[in-house]
């Protein structure tokens, strides 16, 4: 063991934050800004899912940047000129105690008075040809994001719960004409969704079916499907396909820590603090996020105010860096 | 009463939003791209308290704009390109039935099916010459927001209850030398946030004090100050003057119809509704926030998803808006 690594496993940082998306660079602006030195992990670059976003609208205060990565790069200066760089390495084990958590990663072990879980949640993917390769051109996960690209336009969605139906209610008022592509033959939404889809006259469906192939060069120009019971293929030709196949938060090193809900969101009180008084959760893994930008960096600001109301109040011990 | 009022007035609306800073912002922004034709009030030309910003540091994934105002501007522009234009009229009185509210304005009367209220809080004043003057230019009514340009120099801090300490103990570890300046000989502020602030090496007290002018030409460069015992007054040289004797939701329409905490902020739960389903509330004036330009941003647009969600779940009879 090198003698920094020795040095930083010695320490007890005031706090860790998982994750450098959007809600963990808004925690890092506002905690380096406090003074609290944040460690920031993160195993990629930074961003979290705002890189793939083709082009940012709805993120209020930003019309000037072109692209999600654009944005996602400003936040991670930002963070960085506050002292805020990200760390890279990932979390495999948290354990915690009442007054610290010790986080076991894949490089070294942080111990810490405060803990910022912003790990995110992933898109399920299709896992067929085309859906990586035009992502951001076409492919999207987010209606709301980028529906409004493809005015008067013909899109297909895929999904029959939910998310899915409430986002292809919102696609339908926007763009031509919508397909909703199931695999059965019936909505998973909750009935008032349904009639509020089957009422809008620019929506169809293309039941039992299966998405085979994304095609497009170098955008979208159609999907081809399968019905799963004739095993007939065809193609729909549309600008667009917007995958809401399920959600997954990225809390499997959470479980037995703290409290998540039945499909591993994060639970937390208005404050973002978890069940364990000192880890907090901001952003797409909160339960109850409506995951957006916007929305995961009010998050991972209210839990930074917070933390350092807590590290304020709780450890009397704490020593104060003094200036004079 | 002009035909437009008229057509006005006979409206049902989706969506009045009451108030055009962060908050009110963000949500005409989702609520236009989302298709829901939102009224958007304001008395001011919008932005709110961010336009008394000096300069935003804090705000994630703005670094190039100079001052609050033109944060606010560029907010604004992007509500207005998604048909969320402010209109100017004040609110007087709200009533709400359970499947509709009105509002009676200075110059309308709006019927919606929902409405989210974010007019936020005004700071209470100290009401001194050179206060108004100088706002923005050393006199501030917030330390994460100012602090970070006060490094190393002498600010004076007013007020004794727990947000003036809580901030004086961020500001100590930022700024040269902190003066907290109370007309009480005691602070008000939580124990714990006392035993911090008194353990702070570079903090000193100016007890039984009331501010009587705050001084500077440009910018701030001193405080006077007189001790309320013995009549005498002095001056103090600061760079800058943070006031934090309290702070006052804009809530007073909203007495007796959504439920207020003690203080007068409205309370909601973490979808942002307030005791009335169809009544929402984002931002400063909402119980519990803390008050961020990131975290009103994200209030709005947390609140806006779940009016979208409400009227798409609960009123069957909306007209949906087909494109074809």
């Known amino acids: 063991m090198s003698d920094q690594v020795a040095d930083q496993e010695n320490k007890i940082h005031d706090l860790v934050i998982i994750g450098a998306g959007p809600a963990g660079l808004a925690a890092g602006i506002y905690s380096g800004r406090g003074g609290l030195e944040p460690v920031l992990l993160d195993m990629m670059g930074g961003g979290g899912q705002v890189n793939i976003i083709d082009k940012v609208e709805n993120y209020p205060g930003v019309i000037d940047l072109e692209t999600g990565a654009e944005l996602a790069d400003v936040m991670r200066r930002q963070a960085e000129s506050f002292g805020a760089g990200i760390t890279f390495d990932q979390v495999e084990k948290i354990e915690a105690t009442e007054e610290l958590v010790t986080l076991t990663c894949s490089s070294s072990t942080y111990r810490a008075r405060a803990v910022l879980v912003a790990s995110g949640a992933s898109h399920r993917p299709l896992k067929v040809p085309g859906e990586g390769r035009l992502m951001g051109r076409g492919v999207s996960v987010c209606a709301t994001c980028d529906g409004a690209f493809f ?8 999904g029959g719960g939910d998310a899915a139906v409430m986002e292809a209610v919102y696609l339908s008022r926007i763009v031509g004409h919508v397909t909703i592509i199931h695999r059965r033959d019936q909505l998973r939404a909750e009935k008032l969704l349904q009639d509020r889809i089957f009422a809008a006259q620019n929506v169809d469906f293309a039941w039992n079916s299966a998405v085979e192939e994304i095609l497009g060069d170098k955008e979208v120009t159609g999907v081809r499907i399968k019905d799963v019971e004739t095993g007939e293929s065809r193609v729909l030709e549309v600008a667009a396909v917007f995958v809401f196949v399920g959600v997954v938060p990225n809390s499997g090193f959470l479980q037995g820590v ?13 404050n973002m603090q978890t069940s ?6 901001a952003g797409d893994l909160r339960a109850g996020s409506v995951r957006q930008i916007g929305t995961a960096v009010g998050d991972g600001i209210n839990a930074t105010v917070h933390i350092q109301e807590m590290l304020n109040a709780s450890i009397p011990s704490r020593q104060h860096q003094t200036v004079s």
């Open 276 to 281: 364990h008084p000192r880890i907090y959760a």
């Open 151 to 158: 005015k008067g336009q013909s899109v297909a969605v895929v």
């Open 258 to 270: 703290v409290e998540l809900d039945e499909f591993g969101f994060v639970k937390t009180d208005m």
